[in-house]
């Protein structure tokens, strides 16, 4: 089992920055995939963002240039940084880990992030 710990988020106005950071613990693989997807009101969870444990990034076509993703392998942490803010990125933030030898995905609890015009 592996457990997930969200903290960040909160209300921002348009143009402004957050940053939300995850703690893993428990059974961590050493190879593993981990980032964030989010859910707007009505709307299908979408990935955000996502950081393998060798480094490698990918983003949402909406977010690129905008948020930056990161890990600490030591920590077992990752971290997104959201800048230049927009209300279409309001939602709720769910920290995700997925083992890449078993294919087990967890899941935090989420973070709320409205982003008011």
């Known amino acids: 089992q592996v457990q997930l710990m969200e903290s960040g988020g909160g209300l921002v106005q348009a143009g402004g920055s957050l940053r939300l950071s995850c703690a893993a613990s428990g059974s961590i693989s050493s190879i593993n995939n981990m980032g964030w997807y989010r859910q707007a009101p009505g709307k299908q969870r979408e990935l955000v963002a996502i950081?393998?444990?060798?480094?490698?990034?990918n983003y949402a076509d909406s977010v690129k240039g905008r948020f930056s993703i990161s890990r600490d392998n030591g920590q077992n942490t990752v971290c997104l940084e959201m800048t230049s803010l927009k209300p279409e990125d309001t939602g709720v933030y769910y920290c995700y880990y997925r083992s890449i030898l078993n294919d087990n995905w967890y899941w935090g609890q989420g973070t709320q992030v409205t982003v008011s015009s």
């Open positions: 950081i393998r444990s060798g480094g490698t990034t």
